[in-house]
C-alpha cells in the first residue's frame, strides 16, 4: 500500500497550487480519501474528504478555496489550493481512511 503525494512548494499569497496524491496497492475506489495538514508547531488537522459515495467535505478556513477530488481510474486524489494565504503554509498529507497515511508535500505561501 502506497500513498506519493506531490505538487508542493513556494507560492505567493493569492496563487494556486495542485496537489496529487497518486494510490496503489489497495482499492481506491473502495476508500474514502483525505488531505490533512501540519503546520510548524501545531497538530494536524482536516483540510478535505473526498468520499466514496461521491460527496466532500471541507474544513471552514479552506472551504470556497480549496477543491478536493478523486480519479477512480488514475488512482489519484487531487487538492486544487487557490487563493492561498500565508497561513495555509504546512506540510500536507493524503490519507486513505483507516489504512495509510501518504509522506506529505511542503506548502510554502510567503512573498
Known amino acids: 500500500v502506497q500513498l506519493q503525494a506531490s505538487g508542493g512548494g513556494l507560492v505567493q499569497p493569492g496563487g494556486s497550487l495542485r496537489l496529487s496524491c497518486a494510490a496503489s496497492?489497495?482499492?481506491?475506489?473502495?476508500?474514502?480519501m483525505g488531505w490533512y495538514r501540519q503546520a510548524p508547531g501545531k497538530r494536524r488537522e482536516l483540510v478535505a474528504f473526498?468520499?466514496?459515495?461521491?460527496?466532500?467535505n471541507y474544513q471552514d478556513s479552506v472551504r470556497g478555496r480549496f477543491t478536493i477530488s478523486r480519479d477512480n481510474v488514475k488512482n489519484t486524489v487531487y487538492l486544487q489550493m487557490s487563493s492561498l494565504k500565508p497561513e495555509d503554509t504546512a506540510v500536507y498529507y493524503c490519507?486513505?481512511?483507516?489504512?495509510?497515511w501518504g509522506q506529505g508535500t511542503l506548502v510554502t505561501v510567503s512573498s
Open positions: 490519507y486513505a481512511w483507516n489504512l495509510k
Open positions: 496497492g489497495f482499492i481506491f475506489a473502495s476508500y474514502d
Open positions: 473526498a468520499h466514496v459515495g461521491g460527496n466532500t
